[in-house]
């Protein structure tokens, strides 16, 4: 996992801002096209902002991955990354602290703990995003945490939306058998399927050593009993085939296949591969082909206390989609009942964002998490490089911790989000500012979602760094005192993601002490 990187001021930088603008230096994932981005450092009141439209910069080849690069880029103000909604991380955290462990550090991703929280964002009329830029200082000098908050318009019970053509892919080998596996995501499919509209399609495709075409794509409408009666059959029997069932469901959804529709495979799986192909690369490849040829899109739901964590994000990655770990009722009703029927729809395609900090003003920042999602600056809006796929209801949230200069004030950052639209591939932008006025004070004065966002954020942080070599965030607070702050937010929000929150915490303050 890539390490945190600090962006600091060079000399070199700012030699090359008044030769006449800031080449951004770093790999490209793209040898066509890709924009660069300058600074005037005449514009005071404009800081430093992303290029206009128009602006070329060559890039180096050989960097098609920016995920598995081995050299870090020179540093720079702007930081780019594509969206991300999973939530895995966290909810495999919590599994794990709940069962009496610490977490593997290496199945921590900071920003799956922030996204899994309500905000109160604005959000915009229509597809697209708003933009949201604030934030409050720490408790160490010269140092805030700063919110960039994107927000997709609302979910609207009975509003249009394309019908969907559902493969599940249901992993049922013999680990499935374990209690909070196969069951519940059998309970929790029943329920989904009668909550899905009658030009829903659905196909079930089952694996263990072998891969089965349970179900067809079928149209609900007048069929519910079959879909209802296949589910009910699925028993866990052998070994976990992942390369077969992806392979089988994608055929199934390919034959499926509904012009006009979301197409999407739902793998519902513990991602352990202990049969036939279990090489990563492979399965990925035709994850890959499928979305690019047919636009088939992948929702991955872990389950089970022994999870494949990375090959899951890995699988969702590729296929322009993204994950959920399932560990209990709440978290099955929370992800089949209301989040998969109410988002099937897309308000935006491979949406990046990019954030711009002042360097009159910001000495160095360091952004919370998104360490395989990074894009490289350049490539921000270059439209052939892959962001991320998200829809109506969402929020997503990066955190900065941000140094300033002493004893400046004014503009501190521009963040941008670039996206396509869904159906026409139109290229939209929507940017916001932070004046350093904005700044909520200190950071537990605060309003009361900032503040759960940084619990969350510092909660990652400490497990992250719990048995492995990465500098903990300016300010961070002891797990005691993260503990009280997150109780104090549970009975000031009446949130109950909160408390269970504050109770993971505890729980990690008992597994560490």
């Not at 949230?397 to 140094?403: F, N």
Request: hydrophobic share 30%; glycine share 10%.
């Amino acid at each position: 996992m890539e390490q945190y990187r600090i962006r600091r001021v060079r000399a070199a930088l700012l030699a090359l801002t008044a030769a006449g603008g800031l080449l951004l230096t770093g790999c490209s994932a793209s040898g066509d096209g890709a924009n660069g981005s300058s600074y005037d450092g005449g514009n005071k009141g404009g800081g430093y902002a992303p290029a206009p439209e128009g602006e070329q910069q060559g890039s180096s080849p050989d960097s098609s991955d920016s995920d598995s690069r081995d050299v870090t880029p020179e540093p720079d103000y702007l930081s780019t990354f594509a969206l991300d909604v999973d939530t895995a991380s966290y909810g495999y955290a919590r599994r794990t602290l709940a069962e009496g462990s610490m977490p593997d550090p290496a199945t921590v991703r900071p920003e799956e703990f922030v996204n899994s929280f309500r905000q109160d964002y604005d959000r915009p009329d229509g597809n697209g995003f708003s933009v949201t830029v604030d934030g409050a200082r720490t408790d160490k000098d010269d140092w805030s945490l700063v919110r960039v908050g994107l927000a997709t318009r609302a979910a609207e019970d009975g509003e249009a939306r394309p019908p969907a053509a559902l493969t599940f892919v249901i992993d049922i080998s013999g680990s499935m058998a374990e209690p909070g596996r196969l069951d519940l995501a059998k309970d929790s499919l029943g329920t989904m399927t009668d909550q899905l509209r009658d030009d829903d399609s659905v196909a079930i495709v089952t694996f263990s050593d072998e891969a089965e075409r349970v179900l067809p794509m079928t149209r609900l409408d007048g069929n519910r009993d079959e879909v209802h009666d296949a589910i009910d059959g699925l028993e866990p029997t052998d070994s976990t085939n992942l390369g077969a069932g992806v392979d089988t469901g994608y055929e199934t959804a390919e034959d499926g296949l509904r012009e006009g529709a979301t197409n999407r495979v739902v793998l519902i799986s513990d991602a352990l591969a202990n049969t036939g192909d279990t090489d990563a690369d492979t399965i990925l490849e035709r994850i890959a082909s499928e979305r690019r040829e047919h636009g088939i899109t992948l929702f991955g739901v872990g389950v089970g206390s022994d999870y494949g964590d990375q090959l899951m994000e890995q699988l969702a990655d590729k296929g322009d989609g993204h994950t959920a770990y399932v560990s209990d009722e709440d978290d099955a009703r929370k992800v089949f009942v209301d989040q998969l029927p109410r988002n099937i729809d897309l308000t935006a395609r491979d949406a990046k964002a990019q954030v711009a900090f002042d360097p009159e003003t910001v000495l160095e920042f360091r952004l919370v998490g998104y360490d395989n999602r990074r894009v490289d600056d350049e490539d921000f809006r270059d439209d052939s490089v892959d962001g991320g796929e998200i829809g109506p209801g969402h929020t997503v949230t990066a955190l900065y911790a941000v140094r300033h200069k002493p004893g400046t004030d004014g503009h501190l950052a521009t963040a941008s989000v670039r996206w396509l639209d869904p159906d026409s591939r139109t290229p939209h932008e929507e940017s916001g500012r932070l004046e350093s006025e904005d700044l909520e004070g200190d950071l537990w004065d605060s309003g009361p979602r900032l503040q759960v966002t940084a619990v969350a954020a510092y909660f990652a942080d400490t497990l992250r760094s719990y048995g492995a070599e990465f500098s903990p965030l300016p300010g961070t607070p002891s797990l005691g005192e993260l503990s009280e702050h997150a109780h104090d937010l549970a009975r000031s929000t009446e949130d109950k993601d909160v408390t269970r929150l504050a109770e993971a915490i505890d729980q990690a303050k008992r597994h560490g002490d």
